[in-house]
């Protein structure tokens, strides 16, 4: 099940929990389990939208990127198709370590670095 799907199913839970149900638990949950949902599953869905009072993800903490997405595409913009660039010195521009220019192209970005 993808993101969105599961997006969809928690959205739709919830409407039904809003709408038809009259806020009652176990009528959603009864409903739900008929179409081969697991309860647990919509308890979880339910459990979630009473504390947030959404269902959308909410973004997780954790450590912020070195490089922010309008840096990134500076970065990307000086990187791409350019020879004579070294890591190094972008890193120097940015204010980073080379290992992080090296990281954050890799793994967020298509480019590919390439030594001469």
């Known amino acids: ?17 809003i709408d038809s149900s009259n806020n009652s638990v176990k009528t959603t949950v009864n409903y739900f389990k008929k179409q081969n949902i697991p309860q647990t599953t919509i308890y979880n869905i339910l459990r979630k939208y009473r504390q947030h009072g959404t269902t959308k993800y909410l973004p997780k903490s954790g450590r912020p990127y070195k490089i922010s997405d309008k840096q990134l595409d500076g970065l990307v913009q000086s990187v791409n198709n350019r020879c004579g660039l070294s890591q190094r010195k972008l890193g ?9 220019i090296s990281r954050t192209l890799r793994k967020r970005t298509s480019v590919v670095i390439r030594k001469r």
């Open 1 to 17: 099940m993808t993101r969105d799907e599961r997006e969809a199913l928690s959205q739709r839970i919830c409407n039904f929990y």
């Open 92 to 100: 120097r521009r940015f204010g980073v370590h080379h290992s992080t």
